[in-house]
């Protein structure tokens, strides 16, 4: 840990904590493309603003199949099979950059 966190500021980030019941959502950036998971404790189970949180940017009936989002999308995490495209959210790095660069405005953030 000592070359990952070198200083006293950056091993802040290991300080240990207690949670008993809640969710959350882990990012492994060692994989290519990036793996992502959530995961819920001590029987906690999400809302409808939970897993909107999750997902935070989704691609609705506006799309028009421009594939627009190739050059910006760093995971080329968007399936474009149909239309509308459909957002991988398990490889989803939540960088927004599909929402700003869509010329429609058919991704939108929850």
Do not use: W
Request: contains cysteine.
């Amino acid at each position: 840990m000592a070359s990952i966190y070198p200083n006293d500021v950056s091993r802040q980030a290991l300080v240990v904590f207690r949670m008993t019941k809640g969710s959350g959502e882990f990012f492994d950036l060692s994989t290519s493309p990036i793996t992502r998971a959530s995961f819920e404790i001590g029987g906690y189970t999400p809302d409808e603003n939970d897993l909107n949180q999750a997902e935070p940017y989704f691609i609705t009936g506006a799309c028009i199949g421009c594939k627009a989002y190739l050059a910006v999308c760093p995971q080329n995490c968007i399936e474009h099979d149909s239309l509308p495209y459909v957002i991988d959210q398990k490889h989803c790095l939540h960088c927004g950059n599909c929402y700003a660069d869509c010329p429609v405005h058919a991704v939108i953030k929850r």
